[in-house]
């Protein structure tokens, strides 16, 4: 095995995605087969805890204040509503809880209420994720000394094309608060969104972000568009869906101890475009009807996919990758 690399130029990571699709598969599925069980997909499921008027301007988001979308506000969620959800996630073969909020980024009394959330949650002994936007770096350590397991934060695409997409916050606002979330010692969960109108060198320049950070995210997250009528990404065009599969195939060869997430999009995947991506290198995916406000494949659905395909869900929770150490100490 070849120990995880943290130096790649632009140039090589689009030479990946450029292989003969054959070539580039291969490739992936050996990396990934060296790190996984190659049948096994850990199983996430995510939950707006408070949802819609959010102040950023992020061109893909129903959720953004600056957008006509026809979406429910609400305030966050009690408690005892965010307990039924994980009770139920986790009666569906959940291993991790994700809570999202539509914030820039919380206040110091909506943590204390977020912490609370945490906690029960791990009380039912489900792994934790978080996504709450920007975090400084003292909001960070109360979460990890919470028992926060993950916390998500998107770079969501490259440097060069992210100004045509936000322009509320900055790319170095997003790595830094990856940095917070990494220097208080919980795992990062980090991916991008792909087919917004950006190139395929905007995609490699994504991944090399993401492989270069001093450690690789422990999830990687690969979302593609979900196209909303209100948002000024509605009716561009869509992505080629073996684009996306090259995507992912990339991903795992940069980050070959990272768990790779089919996230959002997945209702615009045929069978057979899910079943590349694992083969591809794909390992995770968020299981349930919605993904925050939007449709997700129903639990049955998947289910039966997995059937198919010989596929079987992980029965515990996700082991952190070894991103920096040796791949012969990798499991």
Same mark, same amino acid.
């Given at each position: 095995?070849?120990?995880?690399?943290?130096?790649? @130029?632009?140039?090589?990571?689009?030479?990946? !995605?450029?292989?003969?699709?054959?070539?580039?598969?291969?490739?992936a599925q050996t990396v990934h087969r060296e790190h996984f069980d190659p049948n096994a997909v850990q199983v996430s499921t995510l939950l707006s805890i408070k949802t819609g008027a959010c102040p950023e301007d992020? *061109?893909?988001?129903?959720?953004?204040?600056?957008?006509?979308?026809?979406?429910?506000?609400?305030?966050?969620?009690?408690?005892?509503?965010?307990?039924?959800? *994980?009770?139920?996630?986790?009666?569906?073969?959940?291993? /991790? &809880?994700?809570?999202? *909020? #539509?914030?820039?980024?919380?206040?110091?009394?909506?943590? %204390?209420?977020?912490?609370?959330?945490?906690?029960?949650?791990?009380?039912?002994?489900?792994?934790?994720?978080?996504?709450?936007?920007?975090?400084?770096?003292?909001?960070?350590?109360?979460?990890?000394?919470?028992?926060?397991?993950?916390? @998500?934060?998107?770079?969501?695409?490259?440097?060069?094309?992210?100004?045509?997409?936000?322009?509320? /916050?900055?790319?170095?606002?997003?790595?830094?608060t990856l940095e917070h979330v990494r220097e208080a010692g919980m795992n990062v969960c980090c991916g991008g969104i792909l087919g917004m109108g950006e190139s395929r060198r905007d995609r490699a320049r994504l991944l090399q972000q993401m492989a270069n950070l001093p450690k690789h995210p422990e999830s990687v997250p690969i979302n593609q568009l979900i196209q909303v009528e209100g948002t000024p990404?509605?009716?561009?065009?869509?992505?080629?869906?073996?684009? &996306?599969?090259?995507?992912? $195939? +990339?991903?795992?060869? !940069?980050?070959?101890?990272?768990?790779?997430?089919?996230? $959002?999009?997945?209702?615009?995947?045929?069978?057979?475009?899910?079943?590349?991506? &694992?083969?591809?290198? $794909?390992?995770?995916?968020?299981?349930?009807?919605?993904?925050?406000?939007?449709? =997700?494949?129903? %639990? =049955?659905?998947?289910?039966? !996919? &997995?059937?198919?395909?010989?596929? /079987?869900?992980?029965?515990?929770?996700?082991?952190? *990758?070894?991103?920096?150490?040796?791949?012969? +100490?990798? #499991?």
């Open positions: 095995m070849s120990t995880p690399r943290h130096d790649w @130029n632009t140039d090589e990571v689009e030479a990946l !995605l450029d292989l003969p699709l054959n070539d580039l598969i291969f490739r992020c *061109a893909y988001c129903p959720q953004s204040a600056h957008h006509e979308v026809e979406i429910e506000r609400e305030r966050l969620l009690p408690l005892d509503e965010v307990l039924e959800a *994980a009770r139920n996630a986790r009666a569906q073969g959940a291993t /991790r &809880f994700c809570m999202g *909020a #539509a914030w820039r980024n919380p206040t110091d009394k909506n943590l %204390e209420r977020v912490i609370e959330m945490v906690r029960a949650v791990k009380d039912e002994g489900l792994e934790t994720c978080m996504t709450l936007g920007m975090l400084k770096a003292e909001q960070a350590k109360r979460l990890s000394e919470a028992g926060l397991d993950y916390y @998500n934060h998107n770079l969501d695409t490259s440097p060069e094309f992210y100004g045509h997409i936000i322009s509320t /916050r900055t790319y170095d606002d997003r790595l830094e990404l509605h009716g561009i065009e869509h992505l080629d869906p073996l684009e &996306f599969v090259r995507t992912i $195939a +990339a991903t795992r060869i !940069l980050m070959p101890a990272s768990y790779v997430r089919l996230s $959002a999009g997945r209702t615009e995947m045929s069978d057979e475009m899910q079943a590349l991506c &694992f083969l591809a290198g $794909a390992n995770s995916l968020f299981y349930g009807d919605t993904l925050l406000t939007t449709p =997700n494949p129903g %639990e =049955n659905h998947d289910l039966a !996919l &997995f059937e198919r395909l010989g596929l /079987r869900p992980e029965t515990g929770p996700e082991a952190p *990758a070894q991103s920096d150490q040796p791949a012969s +100490a990798s #499991a």
